[in-house]
């Protein structure tokens, strides 16, 4: 008997827990939140985990940090979600910024929370970060991927969408004098979209750009710490680690219209350089509208 009560109590506490993040989503987070997890849910079948380790219920849990970033910090606003394709595979195409690739969350979580039927995003993530402690596991059950041509051709071949920064380490280790300047593009994404018959959906990320204003990039010690990039703020690595905090931006999401192409993805670099061009020009366009529509960084 002695033994079966803490189990009983931890069972108690779990269901009290369980019930109190319920109400918690569905009263801030979005109310019919529980309704969008079964809508998931289903797409991932009886098993409750698809092979590459995503599970909608661990959502439950990552939901309010998400939460709390996208509506109450950032305040994202996305535009352009009537555009999107309502089911199938797509291809997100966004730019990169901010040392922290907080542009891939808000991203997903309009997605999740405001995307009309819901999506879960699938980011192509650098292959460093799952090597981050605790990280690994937790972004699998989030449904986020390592970034190989393997996994995303095989997602997009299960009608999923896919989220994609061609600009790499390039562009979320941009300096404030490159803020907004689209840094080269790989081609891979391209290939992959031709392979697959998918199509590209351009996403402008404004405001993440100046989240972590970086003076320089301190390669060397990026380099001796095994980093990507070690960013150099005015607040970090000052006020370390409070300078690690982004700053509170305002995000805004602009999605543009569905873009198809023809071709074959062996063809030669020049061929698919110029499908890559068009991609590359049409997310341009959409920055830059979305700059001129904003009227400040904070709000």
């Not at 997602?155 to 989220?163: F, G, H, R, V």
């Amino acid at each position: 008997m002695g033994s079966r009560q803490p189990k009983g109590e931890a069972v108690l506490v779990q269901a009290v827990a369980d019930t109190v993040l319920t109400r918690f989503l569905e009263r801030y987070v979005a109310e019919d939140f529980e309704s969008r997890l079964r809508t998931l849910q289903d797409e991932v079948g009886e098993l409750g985990v698809d092979p590459f380790g995503f599970d909608p219920q661990w959502l439950r849990y990552a939901a309010p940090f998400a939460w709390f970033l996208h509506r109450i910090y950032f305040r994202t606003e996305a535009t352009g979600l009537q555009l999107l394709p309502p089911s199938g595979r797509v291809l997100f195409v966004a730019n990169h910024s901010g040392q922290i690739p907080l542009d891939g969350m808000m991203i997903a979580t309009t997605m999740l929370l405001d995307a009309q039927p819901p999506r879960i995003v699938r980011s192509m993530l650098e292959r460093w970060v799952p090597t981050l402690p605790f990280v690994s596991i937790f972004m699998a059950r989030c449904g986020q991927v390592v970034g190989s041509p393997e996994n995303c051709q095989r997602l997009l071949e299960q009608e999923e969408a896919i989220l994609v920064f061609p600009e790499g380490i390039r562009g979320i280790s941009k300096t404030w004098r490159q803020r907004y300047q689209l840094q080269p593009f790989g081609q891979g994404f391209m290939r992959l979209a031709l392979q697959t018959k998918t199509p590209i959906v351009p996403v402008a990320v404004i405001g993440a750009e100046e989240q972590a204003p970086t003076l320089l990039n301190a390669r060397p010690i990026a380099r001796l710490l095994g980093l990507p990039s070690f960013p150099i703020t005015p607040t970090f690595p000052l006020l370390f680690p409070i300078g690690m905090l982004p700053l509170p931006v305002k995000y805004r999401l602009h999605f543009g219209k569905p873009l198809s192409f023809e071709g074959d993805q062996l063809d030669d670099d020049e061929v698919i350089g110029q499908k890559v061009d068009e991609v590359r020009e049409a997310l341009r366009r959409l920055i830059r509208q979305g700059l001129k529509e904003r009227d400040h960084i904070f709000w």
